[in-house]
């Protein structure tokens, strides 16, 4: 099994900057990539942005490219989220995945919250 235990979530002015963390703990030597989604109230989940594990290339939302950064500690099993220029239609909860042969892992998600 895999857990993920996702945090750094918080309340931040428009314009400010915040930090996630997703740990990985399990069986994840196989891991294909993880990344970083968001459901705000009312709306569907949407993926925010994407790093494979192996080479660490990275894929983003057309909304959030240039403000956020995806990077990861192999050593560490975990995936940071660096955002940057927060806007008020940031808000939403975020939740950590992990890819891993077919299956799709989640972690319990972190409120951001962007007060204009």
């Known amino acids: 099994q895999v857990q993920l235990v996702d945090t750094g979530g918080g309340l931040v002015q428009a314009g400010g900057s915040l930090r996630l963390s997703c740990e990985a703990s399990?069986?994840?030597?196989?891991?294909?990539?993880m990344g970083w989604w968001r459901q705000a109230p009312g709306k569907g989940r949407e993926s925010v942005a994407k790093i494979a594990w192996s080479d660490g290339m990275t894929f983003y939302a057309n909304s959030v490219k240039g403000r956020f950064t995806i990077s990861r500690d192999n050593a560490k099993n975990t995936v940071y989220l660096q955002m940057n220029s927060l806007k008020p239609e940031d808000t939403a909860v975020y939740y950590c995945?992990?890819?891993?042969?077919?299956?799709?892992?989640w972690g319990q998600g972190t409120q951001v919250t962007v007060s204009s």
């Open positions: 995945n992990l890819e891993m042969e077919s299956q799709i892992y």
């Open positions: 399990g069986r994840t030597l196989n891991t294909d990539a």
